[in-house]
């Protein structure tokens, strides 16, 4: 049974960096897509960030507003996913959660981190 875990949530000024962490277990971390996926107070869920799998070559990939600031990451030895933000802005505020997947879309999810962007 798949188990993800995130952490390295928490708050922050704007501009500030967070680094998101994702441990997993129970299934073969490498053949996976990974994906980050956030959900704002009062939104809907929103794709962050994906990086696929060893044998698709590990290509990252990021929504728009996140280009250039955010960076996926993924280190098969030790079965985890990680996100660097940098430059944080109050609009990433969210809910945090950390998903395995494939190429046609979503799997499992984490519990989520809550990171929060302010002054």
């Known amino acids: 049974q798949a188990h993800l875990v995130e952490s390295g949530g928490g708050l922050v000024q704007p501009g500030g960096s967070l680094r998101l962490s994702c441990a997993t277990s129970?299934?073969?971390?490498?053949?996976?897509?990974m994906y980050w996926v956030r959900q704002a107070p009062g939104k809907g869920l929103e794709w962050v960030s994906s990086?696929?799998?060893?044998?698709?070559?590990?290509?990252?990939h990021y929504v728009d507003s996140v280009k250039g600031r955010f960076t996926i990451s993924r280190d098969n030895a030790k079965n985890t996913l990680y996100l660097q933000m940098n430059s944080l802005k109050p609009e990433d505020t969210a809910l945090y959660y950390c998903?395995?997947?494939?190429?046609?879309?979503?799997?499992?999810w984490g519990q989520g981190t809550q990171v929060t962007v302010s002054a």
């Open positions: 998903v395995r997947g494939n190429k046609y879309g979503f799997g499992a």
């Open positions: 990086i696929e799998s060893e044998q698709d070559g590990m290509n990252t």
């Open positions: 129970g299934f073969i971390f490498h053949s996976y897509w």
